[in-house]
């Protein structure tokens, strides 16, 4: 429960970041949820703001909460957006993934003028590596990309669903979760993953991040990138 008030409370914090008449980049996972739910009630008190989902989950609660939303068919520029992360390091460097939608969320993140993350405290680490790392393949390639992933000194699998199926994102490809342990060069990974053939996108999101806001019980930390 102290972790869902922790959520809930740094999605609300997030909310002086969105103003009217702004695009916004709505996330995926548990903390993003609680951000567009309360966007919701911004925009049902008169808050004019299109959103750009980044995931059909994201879409479906945020059609239900009748956010107006719009693609990147129709807006290349996002003011600002709101999304999650599995991990947080010091200087704003993300894993993500961990809901599965890595790829337009990174799609999104690159469109955006000012990514806000949001955590409870659990997130916030000095190393990255303690959360496997999501890296997106098409289906084709996936045991050679794991075998070569593999040889970088991961312990790779392939995500599953409930029922024991292979995962499919909504691009309908695999994830292969990948345990690094500590990784002391996350850009140096970041660059040898992007040049592996079937990779079609990984979690690490550097450079992306301007600002983290992170709930310690009632206090908001906020961090901004250097």
């Known amino acids: 429960m102290a972790n869902d008030q922790e959520k809930e409370a740094a999605a609300r914090a997030s909310l002086r970041f969105v103003k009217d008449g702004q695009v916004v980049g709505l996330g995926t996972g548990s903390t993003a949820a609680y951000f567009i739910k309360l966007l919701g009630e911004e925009v049902k008190n008169g808050l004019r703001v299109r959103g750009i989902p980044t995931s059909v989950r994201t879409r479906e609660l945020a059609m239900s909460l009748r956010i107006p939303l719009i693609t990147l068919d129709d807006c290349q520029e996002i003011d600002v957006t709101v999304d999650g992360a599995d991990e947080v390091d010091p200087q704003l460097r993300l894993i993500k993934g961990g809901g599965g939608a890595l790829l337009r969320e990174k799609i999104v993140a ?32 996936q045991a050679l990309v794991a075998k070569r992933i593999a040889a970088l000194g991961a312990e790779v699998q392939l995500r599953c669903d409930a029922a024991g199926n292979a995962y499919l994102t909504d691009e309908n490809n695999y994830i292969l979760d990948c345990r690094f342990g500590e990784i002391r060069d996350p850009d140096r990974l970041a660059q040898e993953l992007s040049e592996m053939p079937g990779v079609v996108e990984h979690g690490l999101f550097i450079g992306m991040a301007s600002v983290a806001l992170f709930a310690c019980g009632s206090e908001i930390v906020e961090l901004k990138r250097q």
């Open 110 to 141: 690159s469109a955006t003028r000012q990514m806000i993350v949001v955590a409870d405290a659990s997130k916030r680490v000095q190393r990255l590596g303690k959360f496997p790392l999501p890296v997106e393949v098409i289906r084709f390639a």
